[in-house]
């Protein structure tokens, strides 16, 4: 990296949702410029479209060709689509997914060649955005296809995340329907050691203490209510210990939840996606952060939807915006922090005690 700051690409999202007016009522604050370089991917028309019709404060946005032309100390706009862009507050449109879609694409592209160091994504209408170039149930799955032309097909693992607390999907995007046969002893321990790995790595979080939430209530009561439990959740568990995570569980999420015992982690690991983010949203939902963990790139977004009801009616906070951006320049300062410190790691100099004909003295005879 740079001695420059750190430069924060923002997507504009689904260009008839609320994306536009938390963008700038973020990039009102001008002490985020001290902070980051942020560069919009959007629409300049559209930017001047939703100020003048909020009446929102002035907000200087630079118009630079690409990300890389982006000065520090200045707030910079990549125009993805043309001038005809039609907008339709609250609507959703074909154009608005294009458009959506077109400022992802580019981004993803300035995030490969090293022209921004993190993304933060504005929210997407995801039927609106379908399209031959994009058809994945959201951002998550979008950005793994995309990540894995670069780095032998990486995992994608959906975290919200907020200042007390951080959720964890074993199924993302998901019809209920379809989770059970989704949760595997081999799935559930891939995502336990994918989060424990970004509890560490992306949250300096050096021993993470993780829950892992049941399928079933009650947490299959003994087998009574389903067998999820003990036949696949439970032994992925034991086999995550093995491999010495501190994992517990599995918890009845109502009870988890309702308690307070949640507070007692660092991580939770839920089975399906409503499990996860409705009591997360109910504790969290004007700071919380949706990070993708298990990229090569760190990308975060505002825990909140389109919000179709309330565009133009100045009502859209842009708290969660702000916790986003914040939240990806963390991430990203943590990982060089982590890679930094075990770049070298000293050589293992003593026997375990455990091993057979354990001496626990140490080793000077090596180099």
Do not use: W
Not at 37 to 61: C, D, H, N, W
Not at 112 to 137: E, M, W, Y
Not at 287 to 303: C, E, Y
């Amino acid at each position: 990296m740079s001695n420059n700051k750190i430069k924060v690409g923002i997507t504009h999202g689904d260009t008839n949702g609320i994306g536009y007016e938390v963008i700038l009522k973020i990039l009102e604050d001008t002490r985020m410029a001290d902070l980051c370089t942020i560069v919009v991917y959007g629409s300049a028309k559209a930017a001047a479209f939703y100020r003048k019709a909020m009446e929102l404060a002035p907000v200087q946005l630079v118009r630079v060709d690409k990300a890389a032309d982006a000065r520090d100390g200045a707030f910079s706009i990549v125009n993805v689509v043309g001038e005809d862009l039609k907008i339709d507050p609250g609507l959703p449109s074909e154009v608005a997914g294009q458009a959506a879609l077109a400022a992802l694409e580019t981004a993803v592209e300035d995030l490969r060649n090293g022209d921004i160091d993190v993304l933060v994504t504005a929210p997407i209408n995801k039927h609106s955005i379908q399209s031959d170039k994009f058809h994945f149930p959201g951002h998550t799955e979008f950005l793994e296809a995309a990540a894995a032309e670069d780095d032998n097909a990486p995992k994608a693992l959906m975290v919200m995340c907020s200042e007390n607390m951080r959720v964890a999907l074993v199924t993302t995007h998901t019809p209920v329907a379809d989770v059970p046969a989704s949760i595997t002893r081999e799935a559930v321990l891939d995502k336990i050691t994918a989060f424990s790995d970004s509890l560490r790595r992306d949250f300096g979080v050096p021993s993470p203490r993780i829950a892992v939430l049941s399928l079933n209530p009650h947490a299959g009561e003994n087998g009574l209510l389903g067998k999820e439990e003990e036949e696949i959740i439970a032994p992925a568990i034991a086999e995550a210990r093995e491999k010495k995570i501190l994992v517990f569980g599995p918890y009845a999420s109502d009870g988890f939840f309702g308690s307070g015992a949640y507070k007692a982690f660092d991580g939770i690991l839920a089975m399906y996606h409503d499990q996860g983010l409705t009591p997360f949203k109910t504790l969290a939902m004007d700071t919380g952060v949706n990070f993708t963990a298990g990229l090569p790139f760190v990308r975060t977004s505002p825990d909140h939807g389109t919000g179709y009801d309330i565009v133009g009616k100045n009502l859209a906070s842009p708290e969660s915006m702000r916790c986003a951006i914040y939240a990806a320049i963390d991430i990203f300062r943590n990982r060089q922090n982590h890679d930094e410190a075990y770049r070298r790691p000293l050589r293992k100099q003593y026997n375990d005690k455990n091993d057979k004909g354990a001496d626990p003295t140490l080793d000077l005879t090596k180099d």
